[in-house]
């Protein structure tokens, strides 16, 4: 299995749009976490408009750890399908639940690690990273962590000034090589991705193509068009899963397998 972590330093360059449509993409049955704390789920009034209540997600699963109670099979008990082999755990139903979730991100990372058996991949949405973050945890167990700006100067240097400390943490987990940079593009005057790893020194996984209404499916919830399944945004998103994942088969490949729940929370 692997855990793929979305996140971003800068401004709204679309972690969640992006995380929800590759879980869509992706090769294996895929299960999406929002692990946003800055922010309720947005997928709940957004892709699913709504159709579902509070009462299911990460916030029961919060609940769970609280009360020694968190494994593989409450996990499996809080998601909501999207589709066949597509499901999604919520985020947490308020900003304040945030504040008493610190303990909660590196068991749910231990157990996350286990749902090998179930056959699925997962994908994280971590919106913003902010400075040492409570969530550090889950970055350290993923197999690839994208970091999405958009290829302008102000995103560029916002996320440049900040990607050591995110650096130093994976490279404590002996991750250092997994840190990568997903572009997101914009119809504003953009960078050459040359240049992007030259100023950052993080490679560019791939590059996100700009297209609103195709987006506004996913975190909007907007009628797709025919014609979606064969867009340049899907093909983009497509192609940014496909090689991410080549990437996490090559490192897996000499590394071996994902460790166990009890030698991931040592």
């Given at each position: 299995?692997?855990?793929?972590?979305?996140?971003?330093?800068?401004?709204?360059?679309?972690?969640?749009?992006?995380?929800?449509?590759?879980?869509?993409?992706?090769?294996?049955?895929?299960?999406?976490?929002?692990?946003?704390?800055?922010?309720?789920?947005?997928?709940?009034?957004?892709?699913?408009?709504?159709?579902?209540?509070?009462?299911?997600?990460?916030?029961?699963?919060?609940?769970?750890?609280?009360?020694?109670?968190?494994?593989?099979?409450?996990?499996?008990?809080?998601?909501?399908?999207?589709?066949?082999?597509?499901?999604?755990?919520?985020?947490?139903?308020?900003i304040v639940?945030?504040?008493?979730?610190?303990?909660?991100?590196?068991?749910?990372?231990?157990?996350?690690?286990?749902?090998?058996?179930?056959?699925?991949?997962?994908?994280?949405?971590?919106?913003?990273?902010?400075?040492?973050?409570?969530?550090?945890?889950?970055?350290?167990?993923?197999?690839?962590?994208?970091?999405?700006?958009?290829?302008?100067?102000?995103?560029?240097?916002?996320?440049?000034?900040?990607?050591?400390?995110?650096?130093?943490?994976?490279?404590?987990?002996?991750?250092?090589?997994?840190?990568?940079?997903?572009?997101?593009?914009?119809?504003?005057?953009?960078?050459?991705?040359?240049?992007?790893?030259?100023?950052?020194?993080?490679?560019?996984s791939a590059?996100?193509?700009?297209d609103p209404?195709?987006?506004?499916?996913?975190?909007?919830?907007?009628?797709?068009?025919?014609?979606?399944?064969?867009?340049?945004?899907?093909?983009?998103?497509?192609?940014?899963?496909?090689?991410?994942?080549?990437?996490?088969?090559?490192?897996?490949?000499?590394?071996?397998?994902?460790?166990?729940?009890?030698?991931?929370?040592?």
């Amino acid at each position: 299995m692997a855990v793929i972590a979305l996140a971003s330093f800068s401004g709204a360059p679309g972690v969640t749009t992006t995380a929800l449509a590759m879980t869509f993409a992706w090769h294996r049955p895929a299960l999406l976490v929002e692990v946003d704390t800055a922010k309720t789920s947005s997928i709940l009034p957004g892709y699913l408009r709504g159709q579902f209540g509070r009462d299911r997600g990460l916030t029961a699963l919060a609940i769970a750890q609280q009360n020694n109670a968190l494994t593989a099979a409450e996990v499996m008990e809080q998601r909501i399908e999207l589709a066949p082999d597509r499901s999604v755990i919520l985020g947490l139903s308020s900003i304040v639940a945030a504040q008493s979730t610190t303990g909660l991100w590196s068991e749910l990372g231990a157990t996350l690690s286990t749902l090998d058996s179930a056959g699925m991949d997962v994908i994280l949405d971590v919106g913003r990273v902010s400075v040492r973050d409570p969530r550090s945890s889950l970055l350290q167990i993923a197999d690839s962590v994208q970091v999405l700006l958009r290829p302008t100067l102000p995103d560029i240097y916002t996320t440049a000034a900040q990607l050591t400390e995110l650096r130093d943490l994976l490279a404590q987990a002996g991750h250092r090589e997994y840190l990568e940079l997903l572009l997101v593009d914009t119809p504003l005057e953009t960078w050459p991705r040359a240049d992007i790893v030259k100023l950052t020194n993080v490679d560019v996984s791939a590059e996100i193509a700009y297209d609103p209404r195709s987006a506004a499916v996913y975190y909007a919830g907007a009628e797709p068009s025919r014609k979606l399944t064969r867009n340049s945004y899907t093909r983009s998103i497509t192609t940014a899963a496909d090689l991410i994942r080549a990437r996490i088969l090559k490192r897996q490949e000499l590394i071996g397998a994902r460790p166990t729940r009890q030698e991931t929370l040592g």
